[in-house]
T-cell receptor, first 113, second 114 residues
C-alpha cells in the first residue's frame, strides 16, 4: 500500500528554468509534508516542509504547494541550478504518530547547464 | 555540529550470515530512527526509539531483525540471518524530540547480500 507516490522517476530541466516535482498521497490524516534531497552516497537532507493547514510555503528558490482536495503537493525550484541535481523525496507524517515519516519513491532531477 | 555517524559504510555478506550496523546520533537528540531503503524506493521506517525506549517497531521483521539503544545514545541494528531481499541501504536518523522536529540522516550503510 503506497500511501505516498512520486510517479515520475526522473526529470530533466535546463539551468535557469523551473523544476516542478510532484507528489500524490492517499491518506487524509497526514498533517505535515516534507521534501528531502539526496545526493549519491549521502543521507537525505531536509529541504522544505508544509503543514496541512497551509497551501504554500516558500524558502528562497524553493516553494512547496499543497492541494488537499486533490491530495497533491509539488515542489517548485526557480531558477534551477546544476547543483540541484539530486534525488528528491516527498514524505508525509501522520498526526500523533511520533514523527514517523512515509516516503515516496523519489524523483531524480537532472539540471543541465 | 557533528552529524549522524554510521558504520560501516559498505558491507557484503553471504545469505544466512549475520551483520550489524552502528549509529551515533547528533548529540542531545532523543529520537533515533532506522530506515531501510531498497533500490528505487523511498526509505521505509523499521524502528523508532525515544531515548532508550521503542516507540514504533511495527515494520521491523522481528524474526530476523533486532535493534537496541541501551544507553539512549548509540544504536545498533542487527540482521540474523540475512536474506537476499535484505540488500538495501540502512539509514539512521535522529531528531531532538520526535513528532514535529526535523529528522537528520546519516550517510547510510549499503548492504549487499549474495
Amino acid at each position: 500500500d503506497q500511501q505516498v507516490k512520486q510517479n515520475s522517476p526522473s526529470l530533466s530541466v535546463q539551468e535557469g528554468r523551473i523544476s516542478i516535482l510532484n507528489c500524490d498521497y492517499t491518506n487524509s490524516m497526514f498533517d505535515y509534508f516534507l521534501w528531502y534531497k539526496k545526493y549519491p552516497a549521502e543521507g537525505p537532507t531536509f529541504l522544505i516542509s508544509i503543514s496541512s493547514i497551509k497551501d504554500k510555503n516558500e524558502d528562497g528558490r524553493f516553494t512547496v504547494f499543497l492541494n488537499k482536495s486533490a491530495k497533491h503537493l509539488s515542489l517548485h525550484i526557480v531558477p534551477s541550478q546544476p547543483g540541484d541535481s539530486a534525488v528528491y523525496f516527498c514524505a508525509a507524517r501522520l498526526d500523533n504518530q511520533g514523527g514517523k515519516l512515509i516516503f515516496g519513491q523519489g524523483t531524480e532531477l537532472s539540471v543541465k547547464p | 555540529e557533528a552529524g549522524v555517524a554510521q558504520s560501516p559504510r559498505y558491507k557484503i555478506i553471504e545469505k544466512r550470515q549475520s551483520v550489524a550496523f552502528w549509529c551515533n546520533p547528533i548529540s542531545g537528540h532523543a529520537t533515533l530512527y532506522w530506515y531501510q531503503q531498497i533500490l528505487g524506493q523511498g526509505p521505509k521506517l523499521l524502528i523508532q526509539f525515544q531515548n532508550n525506549g521503542v516507540v514504533d517497531d511495527s515494520q521491523l521483521p522481528k524474526d530476523r531483525f533486532s535493534a537496541e539503544r541501551l544507553k539512549g545514545v548509540d544504536s545498533t541494528l542487527k540482521i540474523q540471518p540475512a536474506k537476499l531481499e535484505d540488500s538495501a541501504v540502512y539509514l539512521c536518523a535522529s531528531g531532538i524530540s520526535g513528532d514535529t522536529d526535523t529528522q537528520y540522516f546519516g550517510p547510510g550503510t549499503r548492504l549487499t547480500v549474495l
